[in-house]
């Protein structure tokens, strides 16, 4: 789905910020890009989305060799990308529920595409109640899950994420990690940059560990820290799957999209404070 | 056609949005083209009066006494020869009094003078240029034949005309071009200012994968109704111009012709328009080209 070739970025003024880097990200996987600021995650996850060009090497996204694409394609290479923010991104003057039709809109998707998609991803989120709400009335985590919904309004094939909590208190964190998960349960690819040690530890998922721009550890079911320096969970954390009481809801993520008990639907706020326990075991988040 | 709508809908938000600005442009467009277009039609008027005047434009070649009416007509069939010639006729000494009598009615003095002495005023050739330009060539042609006295023209009158003529197309033509580039730079400037207060929108609409033409057709369409607005105010301000102007100057001078066909008012009126149009498109394609929110 995602596969980088020995790429390096170097920017105006001879500040290289990724050193080849090579990554080979199958359809449907999680992969945690990590690392301190300035080590390249955002780089990567702007070359991903074909926003910046490697200065050196190849990357395909989606089947497509980025640098072999001709601009004017590129809008329809972004059509199987989701992207998510730290600053959400969402236009002020329109509601919530506007503001992920507007994803619809632009892409010249039909008025009767949009009016059914846009209440289902909303409720996927669990925003459906909050849908005529212009975004500032909203807290920093619906906001974020106003900009998901927007992401995925499209069904991309990928989702890419960059520091989508890195705003966010940790107990909301964790509602939109459990969002993130539903939709890579759909099928889709989830790449999120994050150096939130709380959630990686919790989520043990791929992770790739960046350092000055090049790849220090690719691990599957990995931690933020190196094993050896972070204690790790007895069991990992599955936060999408948990129900509130704590059993373990094995539904595919079909079901989990389709049924009108979504995990996410209602006060999902409300709903995480009861659960940073878990959290609070990995380590500290900050 | 969410497309269409949605294209015309942002259109139009983003002028009532920025009211002052697109106001702003709309005047500038205005002002630009009326000057323009209001020179093209001074200019129309002033070409079509030399036009008027140059049909009357003749060099006249003044015979001497002594050579026979066979001689005159030989004269008279070289001359006709000339490529630069139209046309020749012989104005006998009766005929030219006839007419000194016309033109000198207002000085009886003068007409005095000839009355007295008919010999003074000599019959002549009177020779039609096929262009009033070529005048001073059939005159010195002329000078060079034997059995003429001196040759005329209204040498003076005619170069003012033409360098009054040619003098108004170089200022339309340079009006045209600078007020044309200060149009187009005022609508590029409204357009930036609306690429700008909308860079938001456009951020997440090239982050969702929203097609280029989708992102910049109403940036354009914007453009092209703002310069077309501004044209229309401009043709709506001359034409009524022109109305005023020949309704009230009614008591021009009979050799002024302020009458302008209605087919060239069309003509260059739709050509305004569509100047309007494409310095808009112009404009907004120069803002889109150069923003940096429209980069991919």
Redesign the interface.
Same mark, same amino acid.
């Given at each position: 789905m995602l596969r980088l070739e020995n790429v390096t970025k170097v920017y105006d003024g001879g500040v290289v910020a990724v050193k080849d880097v090579s990554l080979d990200i199958n359809k449907g996987e999680f992969v945690f890009l990590v690392g301190p600021s300035g080590s390249g995650k955002s780089t990567l996850i702007r070359l991903m989305m074909r926003d910046d060009l490697p200065t050196n090497g190849d990357i395909w996204i989606a089947g497509k060799h980025a640098s072999d694409l001709s601009p004017w394609k590129v809008p329809q290479l972004r059509r199987s990308i989701g992207t998510v923010f730290q600053d959400f991104k969402l236009l002020p003057n329109k509601t919530v529920y506007e503001n992920v039709a507007f994803a619809m809109e632009v892409t010249g998707k039909p008025r009767s595409a949009i009016n059914s998609q846009v209440p289902q991803v909303l409720k996927l989120v669990g925003l459906s109640a909050m849908a005529d709400r212009p975004p500032r009335s909203l807290s920093g985590g619906e906001q974020q899950r106003v900009s998901i919904a927007r992401a995925f309004v499209n069904r991309p094939l990928i989702l890419l994420a960059d520091e989508p909590t890195g705003n966010l208190d940790p107990a909301t964190s964790v509602g939109i990690m459990r969002i993130l998960d539903h939709i890579n349960r759909t099928g889709t690819t989830v790449v999120m940059a994050t150096h939130d040690h709380a959630i990686v530890d919790a989520m043990r998922r791929r992770v790739v560990q960046l350092d000055r721009g090049r790849v220090m550890r690719d691990e599957s079911r990995g931690v933020y820290g190196s094993s050896s320096v972070v204690e790790e969970p007895e069991e990992p954390v599955d936060l999408a799957v948990t129900d509130d009481d704590g059993t373990t809801n094995p539904a595919s993520a079909e079901t989990v999209l389709d049924t009108d008990e979504n995990p996410a639907e209602g006060t999902p706020d409300d709903k995480v404070t009861s659960e940073p326990t878990e959290l609070a075991a990995t380590g500290d988040a900050g | 056609m %969410? !497309?269409l709508s949605?294209t015309l809908r942002e259109a139009f938000t983003n002028i009532s949005r920025n009211g002052l600005v697109v106001l702003g442009a709309v005047l500038a467009v205005f002002v630009s083209l009326t000057l323009t277009f209001g020179t093209l039609v001074l200019g129309e008027v002033v070409r079509i009066n030399t036009l008027q005047w140059a049909e009357d434009v003749r060099v006249s070649a003044y015979i001497r006494d002594d050579v026979s009416p066979s001689g005159i007509a030989s004269m008279q069939a070289e001359m006709e020869s000339w490529s630069e010639v139209d046309e020749v006729f012989f104005m006998s000494r009766t005929e030219a009094l006839a007419e000194a009598r016309v033109l000198l009615a207002n000085r009886p003095a003068a007409l005095r003078v000839i009355e007295d002495d008919p010999s003074i005023v000599p019959p002549s050739l009177r020779i039609k240029p096929v262009d009033p330009e070529d005048y001073q060539t059939i005159v010195t042609r002329a000078e060079a034949m034997p059995g003429l006295l001196k040759v005329e023209s209204a040498a003076e009158a005619i170069d003012g005309m033409i360098s009054l003529r040619d003098g108004l197309q170089i200022m339309t033509l340079f009006l045209a071009v600078a007020l044309g580039i200060a149009a187009v730079a005022l609508i590029a400037n409204t357009i930036h200012m609306a690429i700008y207060s909308r860079r938001?929108?456009i951020?997440?609409? #090239?982050? +969702? !994968?929203?097609? #280029?033409w989708? +992102?910049r057709t109403p940036f354009l369409l914007e453009g092209a109704f703002e310069g077309f607005v501004g044209a229309g105010l401009a043709v709506l301000v001359v034409v009524g111009g022109i109305r005023i102007a020949s309704n009230q100057l009614t008591d021009l001078p009979d050799f002024v012709n302020i009458a302008i066909q209605s087919d060239y008012i069309v003509r260059n009126g739709a050509l305004v328009l569509i100047f309007g149009v494409v310095a808009g498109l112009v404009g907004s394609g120069l803002s889109l080209t150069v923003h940096k929110y429209l980069r %991919?």
């Open positions: - | %969410t !497309g949605y938001e929108e951020e997440i609409m #090239n982050l +969702v !994968g929203a097609s #280029n989708f +992102v %991919t």
